[in-house]
């Protein structure tokens, strides 16, 4: 399955309006060329006119046609100033701490999505993780009955008999370092919503751990034990099921033996991990050592699409993402 050329497909159905606000970094510069050239998406630029002029040389990039955005000269900067203060007023910032928050691209970017003068944001080739998040959580928020935002990685695995011919969903494995079980439960549903809106794909959802039904007693196993049932709760037409170990969850022979009545045992394509350290070891060891293709992370729960990018990633993962997010925009 050519999933990046799906995503590409289904965003070109209804471009959405992209903001890259890292304008000084010659991969964004080349990455909103190449979207542009692509079609897929209507990609706006964030930087001093400087720092996008030496970037574009840089990587003899041609920005003609795409709308570059100085935040400190931006018509919107009173207006964004205006509405960050109301927004974080309560965490006592003064109106000269709004206005230098929104010259700041990720602030400019973010509030740019929060009031529709865009549609989706990427951003994390020259900054990082926090730092992308942190405007994300305090301006667009999450969506209505979500309150942690997640994080998804689609992995394309080589073996297409395990999850849904060879993709399967792991999360979180990019924010939440120690998410507390009514988190963990939201992680699950936010998941397995992205699985269907996404992916278009039935999720089936395993809850991992190192016990399977029981079969080890510590208090992390109460914690996956106590997010299956809330999760349970509030789905209840979505597949989720556990405590089960990783084995129990992919391979069907296994299931026969530790989880036999389980409709998620042995056919899993959604697996939530306990915390961030067994989720973000667990992508890095499938992706390395078994060949898997590891796109993400994909950011869930919020109002609106923010994605946030590797400091190392190539000029195709700008483009990838801006590929993913605009199909999370389009309505
Ligand atoms: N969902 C929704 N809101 C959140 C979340 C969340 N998951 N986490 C924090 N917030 C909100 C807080 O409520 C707070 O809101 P407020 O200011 O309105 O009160 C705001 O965001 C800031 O909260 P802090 O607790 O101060 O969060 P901080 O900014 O310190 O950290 C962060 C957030 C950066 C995401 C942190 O959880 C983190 O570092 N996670 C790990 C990231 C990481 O290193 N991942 C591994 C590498 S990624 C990779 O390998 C692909």
Redo the contacts with the bound molecule.
Sequence with gaps: MDLIKNFKAKAADDPQIIVLPEGGDERVISAAEQIKKENFAVPIVLGTAEEVAAAAEKSGSDLSGIEVINPKYSDLKEKFTDEFFEIRKH?GISKKDAENAVLDPLYFGTMMIYTGAADGMVAGAANA??NV??PA??IV??KEGI?????VFIMVVNDKSYGEDGVILFAD?????NPDAEQLSEIAVSTAETAEKLLGFEPKVAMLSFSTRGSAKHEFVDKVKKAVELAQKQAPDIDIDGEMQADAALVPSVAERKAPDSSVSGKANVLIFPD?QSG?IGY?LVQRLAGAQAV??VMQ?LAKPIN?L?RGCSVEDIVNLAAITSVQAQK
């Design positions: 965490k993780t926090g998040l942190r959580f305090q928020k999450t309150s942690v935002v997640s994080s494995c990019a924010v939440n370092p961030l973000n890095k993400g992370p729960g946030d590797s």
